[in-house]
């Protein structure tokens, strides 16, 4: 007996293909590369919960702007709010001072940034008030084990910055205070003498009679006013060089207590 006909195989394909290797492998092979996808998701996903767990870096600095602006001799120009100070933390001269010192500049994470250091901190940093006397500098960049020590060199240049500058304008108001003394103590001896001649004129004029007694007495009337306005003068001179003397000791015995210093250190 004649074997019937095999049943015609679909358009294009081969018998082994339905059911033989080839259709298991495909669908160990699709199986494969969606394990691999559902395990890269969820790696992205434990990376960015881990990221967003990820405590801030962060400095405090104390700062009484107040007293700062006092400890320089109260220059106009020097300001005394903490607002003020927070944007002077992420200015150019300051970021650009806080690259020039060897922990910082030496950090790879810095060393990555070269030749454009100051604009990648100044989107990196980031500067808040956290209370009237309290500054707070955050790093903003991806997490680095160089991270607190970028932080901490930002805060110690800033604290070295005003410590210097509030020094030198103390120095050099001291300096002004007493070359204004000396010409004032100069100018009262000046006066002084001044006085003393007019007394002795006044007095031997008040002794004059006879036929000089009318030249006499419009000369006392003219050395007597002069007199008057150069006690005047005299008194004038002398509170001011009292509340120099004043300014003076203040400066030369500034405040014990710190105006500016480091609160808290970042750490990672």
Do not use: C
Not at 70 to 82: I, K, T
């Amino acid at each position: 007996m004649a074997r019937p006909p095999l049943p015609p195989l679909p358009e294009g394909g081969r018998s082994g293909e339905l059911f033989g290797p080839g259709r298991h492998r495909s669908a160990w092979l699709l199986g494969g590369l969606f394990s691999v996808l559902i395990v890269t998701l969820i790696s992205i996903e434990i990376a960015h919960s881990r990221l967003l767990q990820q405590p801030a870096v962060f400095a405090e600095v104390h700062v009484d702007a107040p007293l700062l602006k006092l400890m320089a001799g109260s220059p106009a120009e020097f300001e005394d709010d903490l607002q003020t100070h927070a944007e002077l933390i992420t200015k150019t001269a300051m970021l650009t001072a806080a690259l020039k010192r060897s922990a910082i500049a030496d950090l790879a994470l810095v060393k990555r940034q070269e030749p454009n250091g100051v604009r990648w901190l100044a989107r990196h940093v980031r500067v808040e008030s956290r209370s009237p006397k309290t500054l707070r500098i955050l790093y903003l960049g991806e997490p680095s084990i160089d991270a607190p020590v970028l932080i901490n060199g930002i805060a110690a240049t800033y604290i070295d910055e005003m410590l210097e500058l509030t020094s030198r304008l103390r120095a050099e108001r001291i300096d002004e205070l007493e070359r204004s003394q000396r010409d004032i103590e100069h100018r009262l001896g000046e006066k002084q003498d001044a006085i003393s001649r007019l007394v002795k004129l006044l007095a031997s004029g008040e002794k004059a009679s006879g036929e000089k007694w009318s030249t006499n007495g419009q000369m006392i009337g003219i050395w007597t006013r002069e007199l008057e306005e150069l006690k005047k003068a005299v008194i004038e001179g002398e509170e001011i060089d009292e509340r120099i003397t004043g300014e003076l000791a203040k400066l030369r015995n500034p405040p014990r207590e710190s105006a500016v210093g480091l609160i808290r250190m970042a750490a990672y």
